[in-house]
């Protein structure tokens, strides 16, 4: 059955804690990507990864780093200089960058 | 020049009208404009895409009309079924990214 995975589906971080979302794919996709979703906001960018052990910054990865050692896995680490990082976060894949998008089904964070 | 403007925020619409979603882009070196669909608790999914280089293109009940000139393109569901009840994000690319609106909530009542 392939797809998308992202665990846990719901993550409580306390003040001053880092956090790391999982996210894996079998789709066997070169591209990676975490977009967070706030209401009203659409998504948003936060890191995006063209191939293994690369990866770049997108529109808002303040606070947020990110890895790509295996080209199934680009787990996503919530850092404590991340001060607004209630949000639902989206992980996705293609092929290659540009086409269409392959979403898991998201991984709500709060904080405590 | 990054954005994509999305309008209306919401919508509501009887069963079996035209449900229309419109959106607005800056940057010209777009080239891509997709449409995904999202239910709650749920990620987004690709509906329906369309390149500039045709003016529309239909999907069963779900058009992309796009006017280049303008800057313009929206997304029409034709018979609006209470299923169709979801989040719609339009999108833009030119590189490596995907530039999404803000959505609209699509609400079909029966």
């Known amino acids: 059955d392939g797809g998308i995975t992202q665990s846990p589906k719901y993550l409580f971080r306390k003040e001053g804690q880092n956090v790391t979302l999982s996210c894996e794919q079998n789709?066997?996709?070169?591209?990676m990507y975490w977009y967070r979703q706030d209401p009203g906001q659409g998504l948003r960018l936060i890191y995006y990864?063209?191939?293994?052990?690369?990866?770049q910054k997108g529109d808002i990865a303040e606070g947020y780093s990110v890895s790509r050692e295996k080209k199934e896995s680009f787990p996503l680490t919530v850092t404590s200089a991340q001060k607004n990082p209630t949000a639902f976060y989206l992980c996705?894949?293609?092929?290659?960058?540009?086409?269409?998008?392959?979403f898991g089904s998201g991984t709500q964070l709060s904080v405590l | 020049q990054q954005q994509v403007k999305q309008s209306p925020q919401s919508l509501i619409v009887q069963k079996g009208g035209i449900s229309i979603i419109n959106c607005a882009y800056e940057?010209?070196?777009?080239?891509?404009f997709p449409w995904y669909q999202q239910f709650p608790g749920k990620g987004p999914a690709l509906l329906i895409a369309?390149?500039?280089?045709?003016s529309e293109k239909k999907e069963g009940r779900f058009t992309i009309s796009f006017n280049k000139s303008a800057k313009q393109f929206s997304l029409h569901i034709m018979d609006s079924q209470p299923g169709d009840s979801a989040t719609y994000f339009c999108?833009?690319?030119?590189?490596?990214?995907?530039?999404f609106g803000a959505g609209t909530i699509l609400r079909v009542k029966s």
């Open positions: 369309i390149r500039p280089d045709v």
């Open positions: 999108a833009a690319s030119g590189g490596n990214k995907l530039v």
């Open positions: 996705a894949s293609s092929p290659r960058t540009r086409e269409k998008l392959f």
């Open positions: 990864s063209q191939i293994v052990n690369d990866f």
């Open positions: 940057n010209t070196a777009f080239d891509y």
């Open positions: 789709l066997n996709h070169d591209a």
